[in-house]
């Protein structure tokens, strides 16, 4: 049985740098990449404390082992993470229904990823939805970029609610904005 909590233990953090180790770019095949889908970046346990502020992040666990997850990064951790100034930038920069988006009450999210064995059975969606439900009354969007060389997490995303809001100027033909709108 899968299960949906809010982590909040040390060694469920190091299950998520396991599950980003097996998911990144280049641990999964040429291939498989546009099938299956991949991770762009490892966070270490530090990385994942900091990022998620006063919040949570999204786990799936199945026998007490997590099997995906969803990131809570926080705009104001921005300045502890120089390494993704441009999603940083192209998120703050995208208009959304007129408005620019740093303008808005909103997050990002750090990164999602299921394990292959789990995929296909509703638990992306249900990472969203937990996250949804704990960060609703705080946010009114959820923002990402996603790489246009990964269909699949750009297909779930769309199925969850997330829209096209603009192309990210640090690879324009790689990276796409888009938010969720819970407003």
């Known amino acids: 049985m899968i299960t949906f909590e809010l982590s909040c233990k040390v060694d469920e953090l190091e299950q998520i740098v396991?599950?980003?180790?097996?998911?990144?770019?280049?641990?999964?095949?040429?291939?498989?990449?546009g099938t299956e889908g991949f991770?762009?970046?490892?966070?270490?346990?530090?990385?994942?404390?900091?990022?998620?502020?006063?919040?949570?992040?999204?786990?799936?666990?199945?026998?007490?082992?997590v099997?995906?997850?969803?990131l809570v990064m926080l705009k104001e951790c921005?300045?502890?993470?120089?390494?993704?100034?441009?999603?940083?930038?192209d998120a703050e920069a995208a208009v959304f229904n007129g408005m620019p988006m740093r303008d808005n009450a909103y997050f990002v999210m750090g990164q999602?990823?299921?394990?292959?064995?789990?995929?296909?059975?509703?638990?992306?969606?249900?990472?969203?939805?937990?996250?949804?439900a704990q960060m609703r009354a705080d946010f009114d969007f959820v923002v990402t970029e996603v790489s246009l060389q990964n269909p699949r997490s750009m297909r779930a995303h769309q199925r969850v609610g997330?829209?096209?809001?603009?192309?990210?100027?640090?690879?324009?033909s790689e990276w796409r904005v888009i938010v969720w709108d819970w407003s």
């Open 112 to 132: 999602v990823c299921v394990g292959q064995a789990f995929r296909g059975q509703g638990v992306f969606r249900k990472l969203y939805e937990t996250l949804r």
């Open 78 to 89: 921005r300045t502890s993470f120089p390494f993704l100034d441009n999603m940083f930038r």
């Open 18 to 33: 396991d599950l980003q180790r097996l998911n990144r770019l280049d641990a999964v095949a040429a291939e498989l990449r």
């Open 39 to 65: 991770v762009t970046m490892e966070y270490t346990v530090d990385e994942l404390q900091l990022m998620r502020g006063a919040y949570r992040h999204v786990l799936a666990k199945c026998d007490g082992a």
């Open 162 to 172: 997330f829209r096209d809001i603009a192309e990210a100027d640090a690879e324009p």
């Open 67 to 70: 099997i995906g997850y969803a």
